[in-house]
């Protein structure tokens, strides 16, 4: 079975803490993805990795940064975080680009922003 | 401007009933659509896809419906079990990229018992 752990369930940060959140997952997948999910919105792209140190911008990157210096682990970087960046945050892998194979979810980190 | 659109955000059937999730598209360049799953505190789980050049396909109790003149699609769930209680989001992939999930907004499914 594919699993994919985010490091915390959940986060509560004030606003201008600089905030990682982790995810790994054990598939040796290439490609890792992190979005966000709000109310009446489903999940949106922020930053996709095809390879390590190799990485792309999705939908929302603004106030986010990534960071992938091994296969497994895809960090998730609030430079300075801001009450509009409390969410859901999931953390996605997978293995095949080409073949449009669906992702696997992590199980996702709450983060309040005070 | 969504790009695909879940109008319902809840609904409620009784067990055994059929349970009928709809899911609407804009963009007439995506190509592949996905139904997934997901329960309070995890991540969303993989259920069922269909690409368009198909009409439906049929998984089990599931079975997706796609309606390309009319840029929509459909999750039936027959019959319908309390354990199906979720919030189920559509997904749909660009001919153009083969990663990129476009989600819709979610309908949340209650199944009474």
């Known amino acids: 079975d594919v699993k994919v752990t985010q490091s915390s369930r959940y986060l509560v940060k004030r606003t201008g803490e600089k905030v990682f959140l982790e995810c790994v997952q054990d598939m040796d997948h290439e490609n890792m993805f992190w979005y966000r999910q709000d109310p009446g919105l489903g999940l949106r792209l922020i930053y996709f990795s095809y390879d390590v140190k190799m990485k792309e911008k999705g939908d929302i990157p603004e106030g986010y940064s990534v960071s992938r210096e091994k296969k497994e682990r895809f960090s998730l970087i609030l430079e300075s975080a801001s009450t509009n960046q409390t969410s859901m945050y999931l953390c996605?892998?997978?293995?095949?680009?080409?073949?449009?194979?669906?992702?696997?979810f992590g199980p996702g980190t709450r983060l309040l922003v005070l | 401007d969504q790009q695909v659109k879940q109008n319902s955000p809840s609904l409620s059937v009784q067990e055994g009933r059929i349970s009928i999730l709809n899911c609407d598209y804009t963009?007439?360049?995506?190509?592949?659509f996905l139904w997934y799953k997901k329960y309070p505190a995890e991540g969303p789980t993989f259920l069922i896809s269909i690409s368009s050049i198909k009409d439906k396909n049929e998984d089990g109790r599931f079975t997706v419906f796609l309606n390309k003149s009319a840029k929509h699609l459909s999750l039936h769930i027959v019959p319908s079990q309390p354990g199906d209680s979720a919030v189920y989001f559509c997904a749909a992939i660009g001919e153009d990229s083969s990663y990129k999930l476009i989600f819709g907004s979610g309908t949340r499914l209650l199944v009474r018992p």
């Open positions: 996605a892998s997978s293995f095949d680009l080409a073949s449009k194979e669906t992702q696997y």
């Open positions: 963009n007439s360049m995506f190509d592949y």
